[in-house]
């Protein structure tokens, strides 16, 4: 059985940083392209992040860029969203995402697999 369970959400302060997790399993996790796409309330899905599966390229939405980073630990079957200078629109509900390769991973829109989210709220 295919799971993505994501942790480390939670409410901090604006300029705050937080570091969620995504956790597989069920899955060949080195063949997976993995996005972290978050979604606000009242607004559509927006792709926030994702690392590739075959030479871990990564892709940023231009709002998080600088602030952001996406890495991968294959051993852990684990991928990390490290978020730094938080700000109030970040506040979302992250869910991390799966898709085989080939992938292009910054298709937001077409991936297989989803966690069941983690919240997050940046207070002003």
């Known amino acids: 059985e295919v799971q993505l369970v994501e942790s480390g959400g939670g409410l901090v302060q604006a300029g705050g940083s937080l570091r969620l997790s995504c956790a597989a399993s069920?899955?060949?996790?080195?063949?997976?392209?993995i996005g972290w796409i978050r979604q606000a309330p009242g607004k559509e899905r927006e792709g926030v992040s994702c690392?590739?599966?075959?030479?871990?390229?990564?892709h940023y939405t231009d709002s998080v860029k600088g602030r952001f980073t996406i890495s991968r630990d294959n051993a852990k079957n684990t991928v990390y969203l490290q978020m730094n200078s938080l700000k109030p629109e970040d506040t979302a509900v992250y869910y991390c995402?799966?898709?085989?390769?080939?992938?292009?991973?910054?298709?937001?829109?077409?991936?297989?697999?989803w966690g069941q989210g983690t919240q997050v709220t940046v207070s002003s």
């Open positions: 995402a799966a898709r085989r390769r080939p992938f292009y991973c910054a298709t937001y829109g077409s991936y297989d697999y």
């Open positions: 069920g899955f060949s996790f080195d063949d997976y392209a």
């Open positions: 690392i590739s599966a075959t030479d871990g390229s990564t």
